[in-house]
């Protein structure tokens, strides 16, 4: 059993509700699992301040008497909080759930226009309770390579997509531009698409990797479940709001104000969607009760800014067999779990150290390209990350920090990249008759970006000046805008749509850094130094290569955790 597993169970253990087997496995976990004890502590600490101040227990029993308790005193017609009562059966709603419903409606300032919110959360998780199947596609503000719950306010929306099938058996399929993972039924495997690396989890999983949070959109009645929790624990506000849809239908609109408890200068703030304070919008349709969309806003001290939108939902559709296979490339290579770290023989040596010795040992690892050493931090070592860091120079290391949210350490490092060289194709075939970028090729001349002018071009009212640049002349002119950031000059030499792409990615890693440091900086700082060599006509494709060499000083901090079986540092992230 998984983090995100035994969390979603971590209620119903708490009553003793689990089936044997799932309950040993959800206990099993604990005994091994800090981060899961310290919410599982907390959620039995809440049922206990319910029973202690006499308004709701974990009990069915002691929910019951609530119950009776209210409805003794307002017996002229059905409550609100008796059907929740009642639909606590109808869509599997824990009794601490229950509990802590009526709780909240007990408590809260506007009892009424709560208990109205979670009516419709309610009979919204009793009309999916019965789903064969569920497709959802919608927008993440997040770069397609990164982790599923990792957001970015800086980047422009990035496709993500859900089916899950429920039955006849529990499959499921998550999906971004650069990400995958499929549960087919049997075992669960991720694959990162640049770099070919692959995770695969040995079993059957309710979510993994970092999906809990669009699992739990799938699965309303999680969603139910946890907001009510966190409603009753953090003071998260609750409202309702009913409008005429496009449609002429009736919209009941659940607004859930979301605190994630982070300090807003930690440095993990707003990163990953349950580091956010968020205010999550829930759209159901007053006839059907179900789901039609959700909107996701990052909230700040500076406003509002969406995050996430969702707005396909296809309910009890058939899913195509082919969706639940993932075809790996044949270069993969497969990350190790690291519940499944193995100890070394000498693993004390390495499980004793700091976490700032542990991030020197995996730098001058990487300076000697002594890959065998590598391994003991990082998994997997395949060719991109021996190509990447092999040679590097280590600079410095800073002070390691932690933060509330992350289990492990960051160490701030400076390092000095190897040099490494790469082939920029250029021609002047076109009606401009000036050099222009045409592709990128590795240091061996295999083409890795074919960059496409739609339209060719255009004549510049100085075209001259432009088109008397040899290949290199060219090259050198377009990376010499690249490092004053001058956008409208590197149009002249790449594609609009190249340009607007690199623009984009500087700004968002302008931003994401601005965020983490809580302090402006000059982008240009984390631009490598590229140089124009030598160029070489090809016969064979009609065209020129101009041979380039980038070389850069990295300034970033290097995420580790050592909560293994092994008790030893890991990279996590941050190269």
């Known amino acids: 059993m998984n983090c995100a597993e035994c969390r979603d169970k971590l209620v119903v253990c708490a009553e003793e509700l689990l089936d044997r087997e799932e309950l040993l496995e959800c206990r099993a976990h604990l005994e091994n699992c800090a981060e899961c004890s310290v919410e599982y502590r907390a959620i039995t600490g809440l049922q206990q301040k319910l029973v202690t101040r006499g308004r709701a227990s974990a009990k069915v029993a002691i929910v019951s008497s609530v119950m009776r308790r209210v409805l003794q005193e307002q017996t002229q017609k059905e409550t609100i909080m008796s059907r929740i009562v009642r639909y606590r059966w109808g869509f599997g709603l824990s009794a601490a759930a229950a509990a802590a419903a009526i709780a909240l409606f007990i408590v809260m300032t506007s009892p009424n226009a709560h208990a109205k919110a979670v009516e419709v959360l309610a009979k919204g998780a009793q009309a999916v309770a ?44 998550i999906e971004k531009p650069g990400r995958v993972i ?21 079993q059957r999983t309710t979510s993994a990797f970092d999906t809990d949070w669009l699992h739990r959109i799938a699965n309303l009645s999680n969603t139910i479940t946890n907001e009510l929790k966190n409603a009753l624990a953090q003071g998260w506000k609750l409202s309702l709001a009913e409008e005429t849809g496009a449609d002429g239908r009736l919209k009941s609109i659940v607004t859930v104000m979301a605190k994630s408890g982070v300090p807003d200068d930690d440095y ?16 159901f349709d007053s006839q059907s009760e179900l789901l039609e969309a959700v909107q996701v806003y990052l909230v700040r001290q500076s406003g509002e800014e969406q995050i996430f939108e969702l707005s396909q939902i296809d309910y009890n559709q058939s899913i195509e067999p082919s969706v639940w296979n993932l075809e790996l490339p044949a270069d993969v290579s ?31 690892a990487c300076s000697r390209e002594d890959w065998e050493e590598v391994g003991k931090f990082q998994s997997p070592v395949n060719d991109r990350l021996k190509q990447y860091l092999g040679g590097l120079q280590l600079i410095s290391l800073g002070e390691p920090f932690s933060s509330k949210a992350y289990p492990g350490r960051f160490v701030p490092y400076e390092i000095k990249l ?39 071009p255009e004549v510049l009212s100085n075209n001259d000046a432009y088109a008397r640049l040899s290949p290199a002349e060219a090259v050198k002119a377009y990376f010499e805008a690249t ?32 965020d983490a440091r809580k302090q402006t900086m000059d982008v240009r700082e984390l631009l490598p130094n590229r140089e124009a060599l030598e160029a070489t006509w090809s016969a064979e494709q009609s065209t020129w290569f101009v041979k380039c060499r ?26």
């Open 130 to 173: 019965r789903l064969t199947s569920i497709h959802l596609r919608g927008q993440l503000r997040t770069f397609p390579q990164d982790n599923f719950a990792s957001i970015n306010p800086g980047t422009p929306f990035c496709t993500i997509e859900l089916w899950k099938q429920f039955q006849p058996e529990l499959k499921w399929r």
């Open 182 to 202: 499929v549960m087919d039924g049997n075992s669960t495997v991720m694959l990162i698409k640049p770099g070919s690396t692959a995770v695969k989890v040995p």
């Open 268 to 283: 993990t703030k707003n990163t990953f969607i349950e580091n956010a304070d968020t205010r999550r919008v829930y759209r």
């Open 334 to 364: 497969w990350a190790q779990l690291p519940e499944a770290l193995p100890k070394l023989p000498d693993n004390e040596k390495y499980a004793s150290i700091t976490p700032e010795q542990a991030a020197r040992a995996f730098f001058e």
């Open 418 to 456: 190897r040099p490494h060289d790469f082939y920029l194709r250029v021609s002047n075939k076109n009606a401009a008759g000036r050099y222009v970028i045409t592709g990128a090729c590795d240091e061996h001349l295999k083409l890795v970006q074919d960059l496409t002018w739609t339209n060719g």
């Open 483 to 514: 490092s004053r950031l001058d956008w409208e000059e590197m149009t002249k030499f790449a594609p609009d749509y190249d340009v607007a792409n690199d623009k984009t990615q500087v700004e968002a890693a302008r931003k994401m850094i601005e």
């Open 550 to 575: 980038e070389s850069q000083i990295k300034k970033w901090n290097l995420a580790v955790r050592k909560d293994n079986p092994a008790g030893r540092w890991q990279v996590d992230g941050g190269i």
